[in-house]
């Protein structure tokens, strides 16, 4: 059975800087994609980002608008580990965020090709 743990969130305000991070169990970690997603009071879960699984030429990662340029995901096979740097936060961001696992090893926006789910991290920007 595949765990992911997330941690990193917390409290922060407007224009500072955190980094999650998804560790996750079992071996098969490096071939399928990761990727994060988040959800704000009385709001859906919307994509936030993903990384492919490296191959020869090496990962490949997406972003949603509301973040790219501002996020950036990465991934560390030999920790079995995704993370999620988030600057220059807004009130906007406020939200939990859960990192998944993909089904294949190709970036999916959708949340329908993520298998394995955390438990989720609190991130509250203030101003």
């Known amino acids: 059975q595949v765990q992911l743990v997330e941690s990193g969130g917390g409290s922060v305000q407007a224009g500072g800087s955190l980094r999650l991070s998804c560790t996750a169990s079992?071996?098969?970690?490096?071939?399928?994609?990761m990727g994060w997603f988040r959800q704000a009071p009385g709001k859906e879960r919307e994509f936030v980002a993903a990384v492919s699984a490296v191959s020869w030429t090496g990962s490949n990662t997406a972003y949603s608008d509301s973040v790219k340029g501002r996020f950036t995901i990465s991934r560390d096979n030999a920790k079995n580990t995704v993370y999620l740097q988030m600057n220059s936060l807004q009130l906007e961001d406020t939200a939990v965020y859960y990192c998944a696992r993909g089904m294949s090893p190709a970036i999916s926006r959708s949340s329908e090709a993520y298998t394995y789910w955390g438990q989720g991290t609190h991130v509250t920007v203030s101003s």
């Open positions: 079992g071996s098969s970690f490096s071939f399928n994609s």
